[in-house]
Every structure is written in structure tokens, then in C-alpha cells.
């Protein structure tokens, strides 16, 4: 194995190994109170707030299920239930997420799950919580006229929220202000700055006044009602784990982005970041991913301010072109190097077949590398020149990935519905529905998938082809040991990446696969060019 394949063969493990574990050291941009606000959709607590006792079912009309949340502020008409089922466990629609995940695993493993007092008191004091902060932030807010319509987060009490007619109460309390349940807000006074800590602050403070509650008023009660450590645990695991996969942060104005929740129909808040925090998350996020991100965000809201779907799509193409002809200017002469190598290799081989024993006889390996090296002298190329062209491409590979999964747009919307943000192996693994509808986009994240493998194997195949056609009149070369060896390596070093890069973008958020496809485009394009280029030179 020459030092060219055995450089080419490392870098491409290098590649490999390094992306692997550099993608995951790009920073998530989501603050401490976005990450509560995608919290609180998968846990909106087990309360459904109603107006009347008569829209209370009547099989819930008893002092443990239903109460009056605001009778102390004289709102007699306001009513609140928690729906349960024949086994006893909460069966309110929205509390699907808590029901059949958190409760669900506690259950299995024989953990106590916490009474329904608990969970009523829980969901009063943060009701109670929501209407001072809805006061503080200006809201008018009359608890003694409070309707259902102004506190639950859509315009069925129970429900979530994919129902025919259902329409999302976009200021209502709860909406803007459940996500209090799950954070400590702490004020400085001498700096006039206000900081939120994702970390369950107002729960385990609340849990520990019911506690404290439920003691006072039947002495011994109290911590069999609570949540006891082990669920504590699992409930705080759970609703964490869903918070901080979500990276969909990156934004210039704020708004309503996402699909979140249980139902992945909840769309939460993001705040505009600017390029000086981008800078604190690190040097490639200030350098590449937040630029990235803004020029995705900008183009969305250029061709579809109302975020459906196809100006995000739009908006991937043409950021896809920019980034590539960016990192082209940088890599010209590494590309026209290696395409020249790839046209060298006839004259390669004819010296390779000069030394048969090359593969075992140290002094004819020695001239055919003599000999290799004064080809490529000749041609003015730099064997070594590709190592350039992975020094770029790895950092902008991994910091448009960041970009990519951490632009809030693409959260939004969807193309033939298929959202950007989901990674095509979940979508394709969703069967949901007839499996010939594209219900969840399952059809589009195939061919989508299909595009994106089919463009990077063509990519890596046409300065193969285009040699090849050239070529085929040459006279073929005696069999070589070494010659065919180095194929072999070079051969498996392609084949490697190609699979490397299909199986990544299968497992990547589907952005990342348009980016690909539009890239194996470009960089087929650029092929052409370089070829035309080549070819020009060598007929002057």
C-alpha cells in the first residue's frame, strides 16, 4: 500500500471516527426556558377545567375527582376534573405522555405512583402560579370571570389538539404559562437581570408544600401521597430526556416553532438569538452554524413567511449552493489535484506493471514511488493535497449539520408531509395508517432517502466513469500485484465513505438529507467543470 492510498485510507477513518464524535460537541442552543416550554406539552398535568358543574361527566362528580379551582376568588362557575379509567389510572387526553410512558414505567417496576390529590393540588398551585405571571407580565387576568377557554391550551377542554375543529387558544394561561412547573426563576436585583434554571425548581418546591399540606391535615399522609424518590426520578428522567433532544433553537425573531408533545402538534416559543451569543457557544458556532442557520432562517421567511413547508425547502437548496461553492473556492486546487489523480491513473498503472514484484521487493516499491512522485510533479499535483480538502469540509460538514438541527424554521411545517426536523429513519420506521398513504411522510422520506444515496453514489462514481470513457481505448497493462492491491484499498476506501454518508443520512434529520442531494448535485456539476478544465489544459 502506497502513502497515498495509506493517507486516503486513514483520513477516511479519521473522517469517520471524527465526525462521529464532533457532531455531538456542536452546542445546542436552546436556553433553560425553551427547553421548560417544550417540557410542559408532555406533561400538562391530569386537570381538565370546564365551565359549570354540568359540564363535569357525572361519573367524575365526586369530592376526589372534581373541584373548583377559584371558588376562594369567587369564581363559582369555573369547574375542574380528573378523568380516570376502569383501572384507576388518568385517562385525560392530554395526559397521554404522563399516562403511558412515566406512570406506565413506574408501574413495571413496582414503583408507587402518587395519589390523585397530589396531581390535583399540583396542577392548582401551578394554575395559581400561571395567573401571577400572566399578571406580572401585564395580562388582564379577572380570576372571579376566569373562563375554561382562558386557561386550557386549546379550545376543547379535553383533547390533544388533533381533532377535527380544534384550534389552539394561542393566549391562553396554561399555553404561555405551564412551563413554570419545571424551572427556578431567579431575579438579581443589583444587576436587574432575570435567569431561569431548567431544573424542576417550582415542582419539587410544590411537591413539597403538598407534602407538607397533606401532613398537616391527616398526620401520616403526606408522604404516601407524594411522589417518593424513585418516582421522582423516573418523572424528572422523562420529561428531561424529551426536552433536551430538542436542539430546534436557532432563530432571528421570535415565535412559535415546532411540532412537540405527544400528539407533535404543539408549537412553542424561541427567542431571537443574536451573533454575539452564537460566539459564546463556541468558535465554529459563531464562525458557520449560526451564520447557517440565520441564512436558512432569512430564505424561509423570504419565500414563506407563514413557514409551510416548501420555503424551507427553497431555503435548503440555495443555502446548500452557497455553502458548496464556499467550500469549492476554498478546495480548487485539492479538487483539480484529486481529479488529476484520478486521470493519471493509466500512466500509474503503466508504471506499477514496469515493477511486478513491487508488492514484495522493497527496491522496486522504492522506484515506483520515485517514479509516481515525478509523474505528479510533472502534472503539478500534490499527492497530499486531499488532506486540505478534509480540513475544511470535516468542520463545515459537522457545523452546517448543527445548523441544520438547530434552525428553529425547520421545525415548522412540512412538504408532502414530511417535517424537516424528524430524522428519516423515525419517519420510515412510522407505519402509522395505510402503509401506501403518506400519512407521516412516509413515502416522501423514502424517495427523499432514495435521491440522496443515488446523487452521492453518482458523486463518487462519475470521475470514475468519465476516466474509464476516456481510457478504454488504452492498451490494458500486464496484471500487477501492487497495482492491484492499491485498487483494491482505494477501491474500499470510496465504498466506505459512500456507505458512511448514506447510513448518516439516515439517520439524520431529513434537512440533512436535502442538503446531501443537493450536494451530490454540486459536486457532480463540479466534476463536469473540473474534467472540462483538465481537458482544455491537456489539448493547449
Known sequence: MNKRTKVKLLGALGLAAGTLLLSGCVSNFCSDIEKARVAYPYDQGVTVYVDGETSVPEEYRTPELSFQPLKDQGNNDLWAYIPVDENGYYAAKKADYLTNSIIASATKNNVAVPSYEYFKRMDQKLLEAAISAAKADGVTVTEASLKATEINPFSVPDCVGNEESVVANENSILRNYGYLKFITKEADASQGTVTYK????????????????????????????????????????????????????????????????????????????????????????????YPVSCLVDALSFSFDPALSGVGQIWALVITTIIVRLLVILLTFKSTLDQQKMTALQPQIAKIQAKYPNSNTNQAEQARVSQETMALYRRNKVNPLSSLLAIVVQFPVFVSVWGALQGSAVLSSGEVLNLRLSDPLSSVLANFSGAWYANINGWWTAGVLFLFMAATQFCAMKLPQWINAARNKKLTKTSANPAADKNARTQKMVSWFMLIFTIILGFSLPAAMGVYWAIGGLVSMLQTLIMQLIMHRKKDR
Not at 253 to 275: K, L
Open 198 to 289: 431548567f431544573d424542576f425548581g417550582n415542582w419539587t418546591k410544590w411537591t413539597n408544600e403538598i407534602q407538607a399540606e397533606l401532613e398537616t391535615a391527616n398526620p401520616g399522609s403526606g408522604s404516601s401521597n407524594v411522589p417518593n424518590g424513585d418516582f421522582a426520578t423516573l418523572y424528572k428522567s422523562g420529561i428531561s430526556q424529551v426536552a433536551n433532544n430538542v436542539r430546534t433553537c436557532i432563530t432571528t425573531r421570535e415565535g412559535s416553532y415546532g411540532h412537540y408533545g405527544a400528539s407533535s402538534n404543539w408549537q412553542v416559543t424561541m427567542e431571537p438569538i443574536s451573533w454575539g451569543e452564537a460566539w459564546s457557544h463556541g468558535f465554529l458556532e459563531g464562525l458557520i452554524v
